[in-house]
């Protein structure tokens, strides 16, 4: 079975089989390695044609590969055709110079062709447990453009360096509806405004993830489905604004696969990088921040230091709130000016950054709504806010942390809006990210529902909660929401409703 999709390491189009999340080139590889194991098992007449054509289609595409930059998934099927090649083309070498050929029995070279199928078919399966991440189509009726913005705040010290005179500066990256760009436009990379961006970000979060570099070398390879700097789409619409926080030690990028989906509905998404905290931000003038955050082994020290680390992230998502609204009122001569909605702007964020929407939002009524994406919140002391919420919460099981669940719902009830509390069944902490389209499907990092689904699941569910607290679209949300889980839904002065 075979499907379109954009190329990682460009922005054509090229074939992949279903599933593997290889290229052309490395399909010739792979072809050529498993015809030179098969050679020795083909019937004599047809050995030396198979095995010359299976060398030279393998030597021809390896040597393209390296010039190009190959993936750490085909050492194995190298490893395996480097082994294999002496067995299946000395035979063939001998019989051309007339010299007399020998063959050993089949019950001896079989275990040897096992041993080298199997090298060969290792290739493919780390091709599919760290794949090039491909990015789902956008469902809505806008193409989507992308920028990266850096502001300081004057107003803010940083407190992260001992400098009195250095000023909190966050890095954000916006996703908004656009025109559609021509065909073959040149999309955005991930995780960067470039590919030395993205190699740097994408090592950071392997070494924060304590994994080595090399397993996730196809994500600063990949394409999003963005065009950076695409126009603004035309009319005088004017569009919601969603402002994301990640996790902790997380990018801004890492849940591009959602903002590319509520930008192509309509909505301004602005992601931060929050310095210090994110695993790696690439400043305007090519300086890289890296994160400060390390676990201290003492409970009581970490859970105030992440409250700590919440109350300057929702800091941030105020103030870039600030300057969106002075874009948008034109004070400076910027593509989006007078085509953001601020006074309909909702509060986002996974895990810590869920944790620091919840606080924004009790802070700042400029935020209308909140989405948190299985964060724990750390808002020292709980009081009433009136913006609704969408909970989003993996599957909980015994090794949750029996306090998330008991303090999420504390929250939810404080607020003087409806709110919601939905836990999907199959999913796991990553699963609110981009992370199951590169990382390994195991159930507990990247839970059960799959590549596709998982970010089908995340975007649905958020999308609907924001068109009706948002744009106030009719409809019944609690039966949108359950169909995808468990539901609670919490009426204000009420009791939870459950099980929907």
């Not at 800091?315 to 000016?337: K, N």
């Not at 702007?345 to 996974?350: I, K, R």
């Not at 895990?351 to 750390?378: H, I, K, W």
Request: charged share 20%; aromatic share 6%.
């Amino acid at each position: 079975m075979w499907r379109r999709v954009p190329r990682a390491d460009d922005g054509r189009v090229t074939d992949i089989i279903t599933g593997l999340y290889l290229s052309p080139l490395e399909i010739l590889v792979l072809l050529g390695a498993v015809a030179l194991v098969a050679a020795r098992w083909l019937p004599a007449a047809a050995r030396p044609p198979v095995t010359i054509a299976a060398g030279a289609a393998l030597v021809l595409s390896a040597t393209a590969l390296c010039v190009a930059g190959i993936r750490w998934q085909l050492l194995p099927v190298l490893a395996g055709a480097a082994c294999a090649a002496p067995f299946a083309l000395t035979p063939v070498l001998r019989r051309r110079t007339g010299r007399r050929t020998w063959r050993a029995r089949w019950w001896a070279a079989l275990p040897g062709s096992v041993a080298c199928a199997g090298l060969i078919a290792a290739g493919p399966v780390a091709a599919w447990a760290f794949p090039v991440p491909e990015f789902p189509e956008p469902t809505g009726p806008f193409a989507v453009g992308t920028r990266v913005l850096q502001w300081t705040d004057p107003a803010r010290p940083e407190t992260a360096t001992p400098d009195p005179a250095d000023r909190r500066t966050v890095v954000v990256q916006l996703w908004y509806p656009a025109r559609q760009s021509p065909a073959g436009a040149r999309r955005a990379p991930y995780l960067g405004r470039t590919e030395q961006e993205a190699r740097t970000v994408s090592g950071a979060l392997a070494r924060y993830a304590g994994l080595p570099g090399f397993l996730v070398d196809g994500v600063p390879r990949a394409r999003t489905r963005a065009v950076l700097g695409a126009p603004v789409a035309r009319g005088g619409t004017r569009f919601p604004l969603v402002l994301f926080s990640p996790g902790l030690g997380g990018v801004r990028a890492q849940n591009t696969a959602w903002a590319e989906e509520l930008a192509s509905h309509g909505y301004v998404v602005a992601a931060l990088d929050h310095p210090y905290d994110s695993a790696a931000v690439v400043l305007a003038d090519g300086r890289t921040i890296r994160t400060e955050v390390a676990p201290t082994g003492d409970d009581r020290e970490d859970e105030r230091r992440a409250t700590g680390t919440a109350r300057v992230r929702a800091a941030d998502l105020s103030f870039v709130l600030t300057r969106l609204d002075r874009l948008d009122r034109g004070e400076s001569r910027d593509p989006l000016a007078g085509r953001l909605d601020t006074g309909r702007a909702a509060v986002t964020g996974h895990s810590l950054g869920g944790a620091a929407a919840l606080q924004a939002a009790r802070q700042d009524r400029r935020f209308a709504a909140v989405v948190d994406l299985d964060g724990y919140p750390r808002d020292p002391v709980l009081r009433p806010f009136p913006q609704p919420v969408l909970a989003l919460t993996q599957a909980i099981g015994p090794k949750t942390d029996p306090r998330y669940l008991p303090r999420l719902t504390g929250v939810l009830r404080l607020s003087t809006a409806t709110s919601y509390r939905l836990t999907v069944p199959g999913a796991a902490h990553l699963t609110f990210t981009d992370a199951p389209l590169y990382l390994p499907p195991v159930p507990s990092l990247t839970g059960s529902l799959g590549r596709a689904r998982s970010t089908h699941v995340v975007a649905a569910t958020t999308l609907a909660f924001l068109d009706t607290t948002l744009r106030h679209r009719p409809g019944d949300l609690a039966g949108t929401l359950s169909a995808y889980g468990d539901l609670s839904v919490h009426r204000p002065g009420g009791r939870p409703d459950g099980g929907r």
